[in-house]
């Protein structure tokens, strides 16, 4: 199948971007869904995935019509794929990205952005080398309607100064693929992110802290965890992770000012009274919770790409900034102790 239509601005002259999508599991049947129900403007031509089977069966139920070639440098290099997404596991990210980058192509990579700050640096360098920016990180909570208000409310001007944060990451279970790591490279990672956007400032350290151990929790896994994080201004942020808090998907974010205090509210669904109670619904997990917000996200990357201009969310220094993070958590929980999070300088090509 060849794409005849593709103009220099990575879409079709009917004005339908073309994408490839990489790593047909959970988040990227989501995607793909999302892509040809949620939001306008995509047409998914090719999908792939290591596991070859599981890709054909994703196209054949979700993408009918999508080439399914053998590798993702294929995908990549393609010319039916415009733009590409790339949902893989974490530490497969960087090679598809920089594989992107050197062909030219927008890329839509799911957190974390590569399994470390020096795999990050070499994606700086290339963009950097490339002379413009290709890569959007799927940090999708900067998206979410409630972190908007909420991000709205601090810097609204009536709260005054920002002074700390408590925030808590509950998840029902973790997938059985996880290591213990991974509550710091992928859950804890959205935090980073969106700390360092909430407050429009780096993260200076961090120190983890492992309270009494949840007698659910898998060997070799921090459940909970507690990170405190340290901006550079001063503002100081806890962030509770848990890996098996079975209740549901609790989201939580309440930031203390000078002069008041702005929430996350309770729920954005229902209240219900009954029997002498008051109750709300709490989400299944993140595909529920941040539906919304995955939905404006390719919503924004797509005018971005149509247009042919640079991605305007996320980008490949807010992921290394987040990898830095993972870095210097990681250190703090397996060594102990308050680490600080070192950056290289930030290339012009990242405004701030
Ligand atoms: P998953 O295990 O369900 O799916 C990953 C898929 O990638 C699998 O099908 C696997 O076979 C495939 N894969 C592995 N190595 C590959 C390679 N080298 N080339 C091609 N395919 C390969 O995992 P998932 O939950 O879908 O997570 C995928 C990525 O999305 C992770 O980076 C994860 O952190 C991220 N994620 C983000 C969110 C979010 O809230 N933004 C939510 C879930 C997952
Ligand atoms: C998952 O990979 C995500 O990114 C979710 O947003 C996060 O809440 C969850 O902990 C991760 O497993």
Known sequence: MTNTGVTNTGVTDTGVTNIGVIGTGVIGAEHIRRLTTAVPGARITSVTDV???RARAVADSLAPGASVPATGAELIESPEVD?????????THRDYVLGCIAAGKPVFCEKPLASSSTDCITILEAEVAAGRRYVQVGFMRR???????????VHGGSLGAPLLMHAAHRNPALPAH????????????HEFDLIRWMFADEIAAITAYTPRRNSRAKDGFPDPLVLVLELANGVLVDVEVLANARYGYDIRGEVVCEDGVAALSESAGVVVRSAGTVALGVP????????????????????????GEEPTGPDAWDGYAAAACIDAALVSLHDGGRVPVTLVDRPSLYRP
Do not use: K, N
Not at 143 to 153: M, V
Not at 297 to 306: C, H, I, K, N, T
């Open 51 to 53: 596991d070859l089977d």
């Open 83 to 91: 733009a590409v997404v790339v949902t893989s596991w974490g530490s």
């Open 284 to 307: 299944t997990d993140w595909p529920e919770r941040f539906a919304a917000a995955f939905d404006i996200e390719f919503r924004s990357w797509l005018a971005s790409v149509a247009g």
């Open 178 to 189: 996880f290591t213990g790591d991974m509550v710091v490279t992928d859950s804890a990672v």
């Open 143 to 153: 998206y979410d309607p409630a972190y908007l208000a909420l991000r709205a409310a």
